[in-house]
Each structure stands twice: as C-alpha cells, then as structure tokens.
C-alpha cells in the first residue's frame, strides 16, 4: 500500500520560498502519476502541479507558473514542490497525491493516495 507524507511547509513572507516534500513508502513511484494540491479555507481543493510517472510530462495551475517547480528524486522515491515568490493567495494546507497511471489530469478526483497535508501561510 502506497503511504505519502509531506513535509517541508511553514509560515513564509511575500517573495519568499518554501521546497515541499513528499516522501512515498511502500511501492516506486516510478508507477505512479503524482501531484500536488491545496485547499484554502472554505474553497475547494485544487491542482497545483503534476508530474507524469517518467516525469517526462508537468502541468502547472496557471496561478503558479513561472514560480512553482514540481520534480522527482526516483533514489529517494519523492517528489518535491520548490515554491518561490510566494504570495499571500497561495496560503493553504498542500497535499501529495498519486494513482497508479502513467499520466493523470491534475484533478483531485484522479488521484487515489493522500497524505496528510501540510499548512503554508505567506504573510508579513
């Protein structure tokens, strides 16, 4: 059974960078399309970035281009949300996610295993 834990959030100022973590047990991910989420207080969850199992093919929200950068360490079975110029909107608890598919959109409904989430807030 696939297990992810994130880790890596925190309390960040505006224009400052946060690397998020999400460290899988159990099977490789190298089986796995994964990505990353956010959900802000009272709006639903939504897509970030997601990474196709070769990690040959990423998506990324159009609020986070050009600042966000998702990648893979197959070693280390993780993947990672390098976070910079971050804003007060980008504020959530972020989760890890992953299906057993080569490819997946990044949608939530997609994606079978969660980790627990973990809070980013960016305020001065």
């Known amino acids: 059974q696939l297990q992810l834990v994130e880790s890596g959030g925190g309390l960040v100022q505006p224009g400052g960078s946060l690397r998020l973590s999400c460290a899988a047990s159990?099977?490789?991910?190298?089986?796995?399309?994964t990505g990353w989420f956010r959900q802000a207080p009272g709006k639903e969850r939504e897509g970030v970035s997601c990474?196709?199992?070769?990690?040959?093919?990423?998506y990324y929200a159009d609020s986070v281009k050009g600042r966000f950068t998702i990648s893979r360490d197959r070693v280390k079975n993780t993947v990672f949300l390098q976070m910079n110029s971050l804003k007060p909107e980008d504020t959530a608890v972020y989760y890890c996610?992953?299906?057993?598919?080569?490819?997946?959109?990044?949608?939530?409904?997609?994606?079978?295993?969660w980790g627990q989430g973990t809070q980013v807030t960016v305020s001065s």
């Open positions: 159990g099977p490789t991910l190298d089986y796995y399309a």
């Open positions: 990474i196709s199992s070769s990690g040959g093919r990423t």
């Open positions: 996610a992953a299906v057993s598919l080569n490819e997946a959109m990044c949608v939530a409904g997609e994606y079978d295993y």
